[in-house]
Each structure stands twice: as structure tokens, then as C-alpha cells.
């Protein structure tokens, strides 16, 4: 984990392996961030401009927000955070 572009660059094979037998659940989130460069400094840029910017989806987002994962509890408020989040995540991805 603490080289993880390096050993997936050097080892891709022991990696596909290490995966296909499954992730340990405590390291999904963190094995995930780094295969989707989710931590990279310009990607991060780019989403912090795109969430500021109006998307011509917004409504549309917005009307769903409440029908995505509608028994998850993260999810479940109205106004909360989940659903600020998830806002945020399909706006940006919209524009």
C-alpha cells in the first residue's frame, strides 16, 4: 500500500491474482482510491472547480437524489450529507 503505482506497475499479474482471490474488507476503500487515482492532486482540482460550476442536470439530479439507495441510511435525509455528496459526485461527473 505504501507503493502502490510501483508494485501495480512492477507486479500486475500478482496484483489481477491478489485481487481476483478478494480484497480484505478493512483495505477495500484504500486499495479502491488508489486504483482510481481518486487521490490524485489534479483530479481533485478538477472536481473542486466542476461542483462550483452550474450543471444543466441539476434539476433532474436533484429530483433523483431521493430515489437513489432509498434504504440506505447514509442516503436517507433529505438534505444530508449523503445526498449533498451524492449531488456533488453526478453533478461534477455531468459536466
Do not use: C
Not at 474488507?25 to 486499495?31: P, Y
Not at 442516503?75 to 456533488?88: D, P, R, S, V, Y
Request: hydrophobic fraction near 40%.
Amino acid at each position: 500500500m505504501s507503493d502502490y503505482q510501483a508494485y501495480a506497475t512492477e507486479n500486475p499479474e500478482e496484483l489481477a491474482r491478489a485481487i481476483e482471490n478478494g480484497i480484505p474488507h478493512a483495505l477495500r476503500g484504500m486499495v479502491w482510491q488508489m486504483m482510481a487515482a481518486s487521490k490524485d492532486p489534479a483530479t481533485e482540482k478538477l472536481y473542486l472547480t466542476l461542483i462550483k460550476e452550474a450543471s444543466p442536470h441539476e434539476k433532474a439530479i436533484t429530483r433523483d437524489l431521493g430515489r437513489t439507495f432509498p434504504h440506505h441510511t447514509f442516503f436517507t435525509e433529505a438534505e444530508g450529507l449523503g445526498q449533498e455528496n451524492l449531488f456533488n459526485v453526478l453533478k461534477a461527473y455531468s459536466l
